[in-house]
């Protein structure tokens, strides 16, 4: 249908172009609320690469259109990153943009900037190669992902009322073709006690002692969790305690602790809130979903609650043919097919709007948030193939 050496070679010609910009884009820090800089320069390399319509939304996210076919393709791509903290050993500049091996380092490079070249030159490589077909394909680089995923996606649907057909979740899948991940959530528990003095505790209600058996029925519960043989494992672990005390010659009154939930399949945020109620010492305690506010970088507030359900696109769906048949344009075989370990934006399209969704893109999943990030200039390059002519075999179904 489309020429293999044809699109090689077209992709080769922008590779000096994608490495110039992508050691650009790790050069802007762009942490979660803070995208402004980095969605601008994307906004600039768009305008040059030949988009119908370029656009930034209410949230901050910088949207790049291309044709008004009937069929609706979105290629997302979140661009913001995790921090970096004093205490991490970084050997070089995470900020440095540096190149070696033909790899480009630093934050955000293997989650997942590398994948933003790459969706952004497929752009020219449609219009190049006139790969236009009834599609719209929007290319949507998005903002807060990191500090909470899927919160673009919703924003996108539901305020801007983009409406796709189809999704691709560019987050690293190291050229595999995902089909899924286990949701998560994040818990409350907060248990009261009665403070007193230090020195006579029996007179009072010591909440870190009412609260320390159900820390243990919980590791309990993750043991016996279920797990599914294509996603794993459900797990729970208390990530987090605090507890509130008068002083240090006091009982406290009152512990906290936090909840991180990894739902696999089957396993949705009522039984999860559920598991936990029912547990013998949970007594007394108040157990709640967290919910997520915030502030984009344009001044929008935000907010969700912090639950992320669980998606899996069938083998079967045509969104995966596709994806394999664009893979084997990328790669010249097959792409491995699988599923993520982490949560991408995959929880919105897939799993609140049902929208089939699949995943492909550079970088490594396990180099994620490490002092080690990088991206294969290559994988970029070939990643570009794939978001070229996905669209187009979509459509040809
Ligand atoms: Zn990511």
């Given at each position: 249908m489309m020429n293999v050496s044809t699109l090689k070679k077209a992709?080769?010609?922008?590779?000096?172009?994608?490495?110039r910009f992508m050691r650009d884009l790790v050069r802007i820090p762009s942490y979660s609320c803070q995208e402004k800089e980095v969605v601008h320069r994307i906004a600039e390399e768009m305008h040059k690469t030949g988009f119908d319509k370029i656009f930034l939304d209410k949230m901050g996210n910088c949207i790049g259109k291309i044709g008004r076919g009937k069929t609706v393709i979105l290629i997302d791509g979140h661009i913001d990153t995790v921090q970096v903290t004093p205490s991490q050993n970084w050997t070089l500049n995470p900020f440095g943009g540096v190149m070696k091996n033909n790899r480009i380092y630093g934050r955000g490079a293997?989650?997942?900037?590398?994948?933003t070249p790459a969706m952004v030159y497929a752009g020219k490589l449609i219009k190049e190669l006139g790969l236009e077909d009834d599609y719209t394909l929007y290319i949507t680089c998005t903002c807060?992902?990191?500090?909470?995923?899927?919160?673009?996606?919703?924003?996108?649907?539901?305020?801007?009322?983009?409406?796709?057909?189809f999704v691709v979740i560019t987050d690293s899948t190291d050229m595999k073709l995902h089909r899924g991940h286990r949701g998560r959530m994040e818990i409350k528990v907060?248990?009261?006690?009665?403070?007193?003095?230090?020195?006579?505790?029996?007179?009072?209600?010591?909440a870190v002692y009412k609260m320390a058996p159900l820390i243990e029925e919980i590791e309990t519960l993750n043991q016996?969790?279920?797990?599914?043989?294509?996603?794993?494992?459900?797990?729970?672990?208390?990530?987090?305690?605090?507890?509130?005390?008068?002083?240090l010659n006091a009982v406290?009154?009152?512990?906290?602790?936090?909840?991180?939930?990894?739902?696999?399949?089957?396993?949705?945020?009522?039984?999860a809130l559920r598991q936990i109620?029912?547990?013998?010492?949970?007594?007394?305690?108040?157990?709640?979903?967290l919910q997520y506010a915030a502030t984009s970088w344009t001044g929008l507030k935000v907010a969700q609650e912090k639950y992320f359900p669980t998606w899996v696109t069938a083998e079967d769906h045509w969104l995966v043919k596709a994806g394999l048949e664009a893979g084997k344009y990328a790669l010249g075989r097959k792409p491995v097919l699988t599923r993520w370990t982490f949560s991408t934006n995959g929880v919105a399209?897939?799993?609140?709007?049902?929208?089939?969704?699949?995943?492909?893109?550079?970088?490594?999943?396990?180099?994620?948030?490490?002092?080690?990030?990088?991206?294969?200039?290559?994988?970029?390059?070939?990643?570009?193939?794939?978001?070229?002519?996905?669209?187009?075999?979509?459509?040809?179904?």
């Open positions: 992709s080769q010609k922008n590779r000096s172009a994608m490495t293997a989650d997942q900037k590398g994948a807060q992902e990191e500090d909470c995923d899927g919160l673009p996606i919703l924003h996108i649907v539901e305020k801007e009322h983009i409406q796709p057909n907060t248990m009261k006690g009665k403070s007193c003095h230090g020195s006579m505790p029996q007179l009072g209600v010591n016996s969790l279920h797990t599914d043989p294509f996603l794993g494992k459900g797990t729970v672990v208390v990530s987090k305690i605090e507890c509130q005390t008068p002083s406290p009154d009152e512990c906290v602790i936090y909840l991180d939930r990894r739902l696999t399949l089957g396993e949705t945020k009522e039984l109620r029912q547990m013998p010492h949970a007594k007394g305690a108040k157990i709640e979903l399209s897939a799993g609140r709007l049902k929208i089939p969704t699949i995943g492909f893109g550079p970088g490594k999943e396990e180099l994620a948030h490490t002092v080690q990030e990088y991206v294969e200039i290559e994988d970029m390059v070939k990643a570009s193939i794939f978001y070229a002519t996905l669209p187009k075999i979509i459509v040809q179904k």
